[in-house]
């Protein structure tokens, strides 16, 4: 044993064989990887508590689920599409003829210990980490998370957002039910449409026409091996600049931008962090023990005729599905013998140039404020009227479309009609995120007002008093410091003045720049300022 | 080669002789194939029933479909449409029909089954139509068979799990579950509303008691995963997600970052 | 701290800044939990915490027992059921009592107060970064990367091209010859007989009452080895009998149907779902997967939904048999569009 731990064992304190076992290891690990110095530098970083903080660690927490998961079911499943004959427990698909896929699954459903729950923990674990991810997102989006130095890490975030969405596409075709096959029949569509190489990607993609033999082991490995890898790497260096920057905090009494209140890695954030992991993996087993999902028992397997009624993908990809849904009737042309299907194209223009704004989003607003430096304290939603405006009218646009992916099921669900359901959502796809954006930026401001009303004139008591002049009043009773501050420490920006550059002149992007700086700033309300709150006392 | 010798393979031994039967029947013309089920098990009629059955339909049903059935602009005529059809839209409750709307709906049934059966026995006499077969007629299809030419001829319409669908204008294939086997077989008989026909030469006899088979398999096992969301598929599996999963967990984020008292 | 970002000066763009702004209080005062003050109350929650980690135990050891308790039997779908309803709850109980008591343990009995670290600037210090400048300029000095622009040049345009053997690669992700040569043709020809999907019976004009609407596959796909699923993609047709009065048909299509027969392409014009859903009094066929409608009466024209073309129709005629063939293949490809369609 080494000296360290002898001396440490001579200590009158209660170090049992446990403790000398415990040390023993921890030297023999940093003697061999000087660990040590990880420990030191990690196990007392601080995060910030706050509920909002913790749906990033709802969407790695189900990732970690649905690796687990995903690797027991790796162990059944048969990625091929040769053709075989169902022989298994479920009654009504005997003697049917299916790929091997369908067959593997249906038998690792029914006739395999715990792999109709390994499937269920796996496919609700994956609507789930799609869904914490976007959840994340939108916090971070409304609380200017993103702002300088996190621009990078909204990037590498939103580029696991759409690995997610790949991920789980390819996960829910593997099964090669009828569902799914429609599925990647609509894909395939969609990739027929596009102008000059359409036709090529899926003759290279299905290894010739559709379906073909060969798409399902294909999407088995995307989805087993090139994506995961790309999303634990993405993951990894999401982390890292996680530790990097420190995580951002809510103003607060005490809390600048030059410090991080909250409580330690070691122990507390891990012990609430460690039993949120079995939390999280409690509700989607217990999700999964009570709800079926997906039970590709009933779609059959995949064959071209047949299709059910309520043909839809999973939820995430459902906004896609919906702009296709909602595009009017006959947006197609032929310009020299070569057809344009612009019902198609459209469709995919529109969702790129939406994914693409949020995307670079942090970009663009860096460059209205022209603001360099660096932000940690998080906003609350309504300080930044126009961004949460922004935010309304996307997450509006992205609810249409999602509606309009279940469309058929609205209409049978409130009695009326297919044709009724989609004109509505047609007009409101464009109307409703201008609504959107005007209400919140309302509500927003309102808000605001109401906080500078707290801070000058404190709560309403409820108590009525009679003046001495016979006049009555309610008394306020006034914030105290510590309340105060939450509400008047916020970021305000001005719009920007438009003035001629080094040489004298006002370029077009100083023109628009300013344009888009009134657009953001021109309504706005100011933080209550000392002089406000001195002359308010008496 | 597999693949011809088992398709045959699953269809009921006898079926080839039925179609050849059949077939010489209903070559005389196209007519006699929708009528082409009437059998010989059909109950003895009187000649009361029959009365009582013109009664009835005097006083419930002649407004529109006129006293002798022979159709008006607010309702077709129903002659010909044989006591199959009377016993599927009397005995679901969708007729009569209450006020107007994109189809008539399933409702709580509004006569006895005499009655039923005695409006059904005037309106078969009034011209040949396919008639109501016995219960135990519809036993012992193969569901396998079944599940695969529902997928094939209803499940666009009606789901694959038979939770229903939305269709044009407001109309909508119903949901199939519980259904009176007795009812399956009319719909697909007659084809009530916008359902099309699936006379014995597209589906056969035994094909019929094939899907039905598959339809009671359903009823009888719910579903091995648990709860099935209404069957819905993807929609509601994703509300639930965001609700419920999405939902408890940021509950317990709340929880979870709350200062301890 | 202050020093080293005295060196960094950023600027605050359109920031509006006010020297009479509100001044941070400072920390509040810290509050004490029941756990803090009362040593009995602690051992309480203490007693209470071990307890959810032993049942967490026991439960685990439950689901394991469980297993064996509700068996998996073959065959018997109501087991599988059971199986995975009570071992998912066990473990799900299990991982519930084993969050909630490390949650627990971590809010009430671990150290409770706030602490606080400082943050700095994300950029390295100044020093850093000379010295990250510098090694850059030394291993430039050192390889000669901008002083030597032949090499460096070739070099980039080497890297370039090395990707290009991989597009011939990928080519064989696909058989010789092109998508579009196979996309025109089906395996419907002259005198190929309709017959119903999935069991290839073939139908006589007579079976086809008013009102039906048969699922039909080509007689000679039964029995394919080879891309069986690949021709049924582009074969599968619904064949529909109309009254010959609500039939408008076309002059010059006016022999492709029979005795008010007609046979239609069942893969969607728009995505390539099958368009399956017939109402036999409008005469409508619904997409069920965009909505897509198309009007039977009228050579399936589009009448509502993102589909732009109406659906191709198969010319049909009837053997002497009686039995209905195709007159032909479909005139135009069938299925989604794509760039090379009508070339």
């Known amino acids: 044993m080494s000296v360290a731990t002898q001396k440490k064992s001579t200590a009158p304190t209660s170090t049992g064989a446990g403790m000398r076992f415990v040390g023993g290891v921890s030297n023999y690990i940093d003697e061999r990887t000087s660990i040590s110095g990880a420990v030191k530098f990690l196990g007392r970083k601080i995060f910030p508590d706050h509920w909002s903080f913790m749906l990033g660690e709802i969407a790695l927490y189900s990732f970690i689920v649905i690796l687990l998961s995903g690797t027991f079911l790796t162990f059944f499943y048969d990625p091929s599409m040769v053709e075989v004959h169902y022989d298994g427990s479920y009654v009504p698909l005997k003697g049917i003829h299916m790929s091997a896929a369908y067959s593997s699954t249906l038998n690792l459903t029914f006739d395999i210990r715990g792999g109709l729950l390994m499937r269920q923990v796996h496919h609700w674990a994956a609507l789930l980490f799609v869904a914490a991810i976007g959840l994340h997102m939108l916090r971070v989006f409304f609380t200017g998370a993103f702002r300088k130095p996190r621009e990078i890490n909204w990037v590498i975030g939103f580029v696991l957002f759409i690995l997610a969405m790949a991920e789980g596409f390819t996960g829910y075709s593997l099964p090669d039910d009828l569902l799914s096959g429609n599925g990647l029949r609509i894909i395939d569509g969609m990739i027929k449409a596009m102008p000059g190489i359409g036709t090529w990607i899926s003759y290279l993609l299905f290894g010739g026409e559709f379906p073909g033999n060969d798409v399902i082991p294909r999407l088995y490995v995307l989805h087993i091996m090139l994506l995961p890898a790309l999303v634990i790497a993405l993951i990894a260096i999401h982390m890292v600049l996680l530790i990097i920057n420190k995580h951002t905090q809510f103003a607060g009494p005490g809390r600048t931008n030059d410090n991080v209140v909250g409580s330690p890695i070691l122990p507390v954030f891990a012990a609430k962090a460690g039993g949120f992991f079995f939390l999280v993996f409690g509700i989607i087993m217990l999700i999964a023990s009570l709800f079926t999902i997906n039970p590709i028992w009933n779609y059959g397997p995949y064959d071209p005729s047949p299709v059910s009624a309520g043909t839809q993908p999973d939820w995430y990809i459902g906004f896609a599905d919906g702009m296709l849904r909602l595009m009017p009737s006959g947006w197609e042309f032929v310009v020299d013998g070569y057809t344009w299907s612009l019902n198609l194209l459209v469709p995919i223009v529109v969702l790129m140039l939406f994914i693409v704004i949020v995307m670079v989003y942090p970009f663009i607003e860096a460059w209205v404020t022209g603001d360099k430096r660096e932000h940690h304290i998080a906003e609350r939603p309504r300080n930044q009227p126009t961004r949460t405006a922004i935010g309304a009218a996307g997450v509006t646009f992205y609810a249409v479309l999602w509606a309009g992916a279940a469309s058929d099921l609205i209409a049978t669900h409130f009695r009326t009609t297919i044709e009724g359901v989609i004109l509505t959502l047609q007009i409101l796809l464009i109307v409703a995120p201008v609504a959107a954006f005007w209400m919140a930026k309302k509500i927003a401001l309102a808000l605001q007002r109401k906080d500078r009303e707290l801070v000058l004139h404190g709560y309403e008591s409820s108590r009525i008093v009679r003046l001495p002049g016979g006049e009555y009043r309610e008394i306020h009773t006034p914030l105290d410091e510590f309340e105060q501050w939450k509400l008047v420490s916020f970021d305000e920006y001005a719009p920007a003045q438009l003035r001629p550059n080094a040489r004298g002149k006002i370029t077009i992007g100083a023109r628009m720049r300013s344009s888009v700086s009134r657009f953001y700033f021109e309504d706005r309300i100011a933080p209550v300022v000392t002089k406000e709150l001195e002359s308010q006392k008496h | ?261 | ?343």
């Not at chain 2, 050849?20 to 196209?30: E, M, T």
């Not at chain 3, 009430?108 to 943050?119: C, I, P, Q, S, T």
């Not at chain 3, 009998?241 to 076309?250: F, G, K, T, V």
């Open chain 3, 1 to 343: 701290m202050a020093d080293k970002k005295s060196d960094v000066v950023t600027s605050a763009g359109s920031a509006v800044s006010r020297p009479d702004r509100l001044q941070n209080p400072g920390f509040e005062p810290e509050h004490k939990r029941v756990h803090d003050e009362s040593p009995e109350r602690a051992r309480g929650a203490e007693r209470g915490i071990s307890l959810l980690f032993a049942l967490s135990g026991i439960l685990s050891a439950a689901a394991f027992t469980l297993n064996f308790i509700f068996p998996i039997v073959p065959g018997d779908l109501l087991s599988t059921r059971y199986n995975n309803m009570f071992v998912g709850l066990a473990i799900a109980a299990g991982l519930l009592c084993l969050g909630v008591g490390a949650v627990h343990w971590a809010k009430a009995l671990m150290h409770g107060h706030e602490l606080v670290e400082e943050r700095h600037t994300t950029r390295g210090d100044d020093a850093t970064r000379a010295r990250a400048v510098e090694i850059f300029q030394e291993a430039n000095k050192e390889s000669g990367w901008t002083r030597r622009r032949l090499l460096r040049n070739s070099l980039i345009g080497a890297l370039v091209a090395m990707p290009i053997p991989a597009i011939a690669l990928l080519r064989d992700l696909a058989p010789a010859g092109t998508l579009e040569e196979k996309l025109v043709h089906t395996m419907w020809e002259k005198g190929v007989r309709l017959t119903r999907d999935p069991n290839g019976v073939p139908i006589k004009a007579s079976d086809v009452t008013i009102g039906s609407a048969f699922h039909v596959i080509p007689e000679n796909i039964i029995g394919l080895e080879e891309g069986f699923l690949n021709e049924k993609a582009k074969s599968a047709v619904l064949l529909m009998r109309l009254p010959l009065d609500a039939l408008n048909e076309a002059e010059d299509r006016k022999g492709w149907s029979y005795d008010g027969i007609v046979a239609y392409s069942k893969i969607c014009t728009h995505v390539g779902c099958p368009v399956a859903l017939y109402e036999q009094q409008t005469h409508h066929l619904l997409c069920p997967c965009h909505q897509s409608q198309f009007d039977v009466a009228n050579h399936c024209a589009v009448i509502f939904g993102p589909a732009a073309r109406p659906l191709p129709q198969l010319p049909i005629a009837v053997d002497a048999e009686g039995y209905l063939v195709a007159q032909s293949d479909f005139l135009e490809p069938v299925g989604p569009s794509y760039w090379e369609r009508i070339r």
């Open chain 2, 1 to 261: 080669m597999s693949r011809t010798v088992n398709r045959k393979g699953r269809r009921h031994p006898l079926s080839s002789l039925v179609l050849i039967l059949v077939g010489l029947f209903v070559s005389g013309g196209a007519y006699a194939a929708v009528t082409g089920t009437a059998s010989a098990a059909d109950a003895p009629v009187s000649a009361s029933q029959i009365e009582d059955g013109k009664k009835l339909f005097a006083s419930n049903c002649a407004s529109c479909h006129g006293l002798s059935a022979q159709g008006s602009a607010a309702g077709p005529s129903l002659i010909g449409a044989g006591a199959l059809s009377v016993e599927f839209q009397v005995g679901s409750g969708r007729m009569p029909m209450s006020g107007s709307g994109p189809q008539a709906e399933k409702k709580p049934v509004q006569f006895t089954q005499p009655e039923i059966d005695a409006m059904a026995a005037w309106v078969a006499s009034l011209a040949p139509g396919p008639a109501v077969p016995e219960a135990s007629s519809l036993a012992g299809g193969d569901p396998s068979n079944g599940a695969e030419l529902f997928r094939v001829n209803c499940a666009m319409c009606h789901n694959v799990a038979g939770a229903g669908g939305a269709l044009t204008e407001g109309k909508w294939a119903p949901s199939l579950r519980n259904i009176d086997p007795v009812h399956v077989y009319a719909a697909m008989v007659t084809g009530p509303q916008n359902m099309p026909v699936f006379s014995d030469m597209n589906i056969t006899p035994a094909e019929k008691n094939d899907i039905i088979a598959y339809l009671k398999f359903l009823d009888e096992n719910p579903s091995v995963g648990g709860m099935d969301l209404g069957a819905l598929g993807p929609v509601s599996e994703g509300l639930f997600v965001w609700i419920f999963a999405l939902g408890g967990l940021v509950a317990i984020t709340i929880w979870l970052s709350a200062k301890s008292n």
